[in-house]
């Protein structure tokens, strides 16, 4: 009689907990320190925006490279970033017009703020401050009717021609409202007396003046 075969365990086919969970351990730690950093990036970035939004800050131009001295200034080498009103200088340049164009005189470090005082030309002209479209004139002292009442820069005047020895009605305004730049320092010398003007008002007060007229000037009342 034949003895029955003795029966073998079948393989496990359950894989083990342990097993796995060793496995996964190094994706397990990766994963972890890419969140750890990401979660550092975010909150430094909203830190940083909460910083900026808390310290009052202006626009201000600074050197993108080293300058040497001598160097004339292009847009390539300047751009403006936001500096915290707190140790910003008062002579900092803040708008890129003011700094194209200009040599500096002094050597420049890259992301240094542009100061006028480094520039050729220290601070800025007259130029400068004229509006778009307008020129300079001088308003000669003998041209004028009267004199000038007190004055200060940006205050307006009309420009009135008047005939001598005609009757003061007959005075027609010629030029209306234009920009007093700026005063002699002494207040006797009206022939320092810079206007904005356009070419077609340049051309009327020349004009009246050629023709024998006077210039009666006439300050402008404060919003006139």
């Given amino acids: 009689m034949d003895r029955p075969a003795s029966v073998r365990p079948s ?6 907990w342990a097993a796995g969970v060793r496995r996964r351990l190094p994706f397990y730690l990766l994963a972890s320190l890419l969140l750890a950093g990401l979660a550092g990036i975010l909150t430094f970035l909203y830190l940083d925006r909460l910083r900026a939004s808390t310290v009052p800050a202006r626009l201000a131009i600074v050197a993108r490279q080293e300058i040497r001295p001598g160097t004339l200034l292009d847009g390539s080498m300047i751009e403006g970033r936001l500096v915290p009103e707190a140790i ?3 002579n900092a ?3 890129p017009e003011q700094a194209v164009g200009r040599v500096a005189i002094v050597p420049l470090t890259a992301n240094e703020v542009l100061l006028t005082s480094k520039l050729a030309g220290g601070e800025a002209g007259m130029s400068s401050r004229l509006p778009d479209g307008r020129w300079a004139m001088v308003l000669p ?10 004055l200060a820069a940006g205050d307006r005047l009309d420009l009135l021609a008047y005939q001598p020895g005609a009757p003061l009605a007959e005075a027609g305004v010629i030029v209306s409202a234009v920009e007093v730049l700026e005063m002699p320092s002494d207040p006797s010398d009206v ?3 810079a206007l904005a003007v356009t070419l077609d008002q340049v051309s ?3 004009y009246a003046r050629g023709n ?3 210039i ?3 300050l402008r009342p404060q919003g006139g």
């Fill in 11 to 16: 393989p496990e086919t359950t894989p083990s």
């Fill in 88 to 90: 910003l200088p008062a």
């Fill in 93 to 95: 340049l803040t708008a």
């Fill in 141 to 150: 002292s003998g041209w004028l009717a009267t004199p000038l009442p007190a």
């Fill in 191 to 193: 022939g320092g007396l």
């Fill in 204 to 206: 009327a007060v020349v």
């Fill in 212 to 214: 024998g007229f006077l």
């Fill in 216 to 218: 009666l000037p006439l």
